[in-house]
């Protein structure tokens, strides 16, 4: 059940704030689409769950986690939205190509968190394997989708309070 933080004093990390006014966008790799549409059922239920209308929900898809850097910045540059999740799955492979898209996209959305008003959730799972990611994406480890969402809905509320 939603509780209504009154204030920033009073936050309590067991508590979701109201979200029903909030609206939030929602940017989706397609690189590893089965964990990143996981990811995105975790997220929308989540979001859905606490009251977020439908409609106030903005879905657009990237084709791979450094694209959510870009796509990311569109979104809030672009739409009315208080905070933005990017979502994402990066898998080690043979090569180095690991370290740097996670590198570059750990930087990039920590990039927009500073230079913009608009809070963007990290939901980028960066795993050693195929199956580490299953369990996390809607497995026997939850979901990170999920916890991306209530992060969201915390952060929306924490820029509304501290405006
Ligand atoms: C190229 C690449 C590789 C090797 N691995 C992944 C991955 O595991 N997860 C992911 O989301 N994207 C991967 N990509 C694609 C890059 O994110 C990006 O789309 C391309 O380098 C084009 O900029």
Redesign the pocket.
């Known amino acids: 059940m939603a509780t209504v933080n009154k204030n920033l004093s009073d936050y309590d990390k067991n508590s979701v704030p109201n979200a029903k006014d909030f609206r939030f966008g929602i940017v989706v790799?397609e690189?590893?689409d089965t964990i990143t549409e996981g990811l995105f059922k975790g997220a929308i239920d989540a979001l859905l769950e606490n009251q977020v209308p439908a409609q106030h929900i903005i879905r657009w898809n990237v084709?791979?986690?450094?694209?959510l850097i870009y796509g990311s910045k569109k979104m809030l540059q672009t739409q009315n939205v208080d905070a933005v999740i990017a979502i994402?799955?990066?898998?080690q492979?043979q090569t180095k190509?690991f370290d740097f898209?996670c590198e570059g996209v750990i930087q990039g959305i920590k990039d927009l968190n500073v230079q913009t008003d608009i809070p963007v959730i990290f939901c980028v799972l960066t795993d050693n394997t195929m199956q580490q990611s299953i369990d996390r994406s809607g497995g026997i480890h939850g979901n990170k989708g999920t916890e991306a969402a209530i992060a969201a809905i915390k952060m929306a509320y924490i820029r509304q309070q501290a405006s």
């Open positions: 790799a690189w590893n084709p791979g986690s450094f694209e994402g799955c990066v898998i492979g190509h898209v």
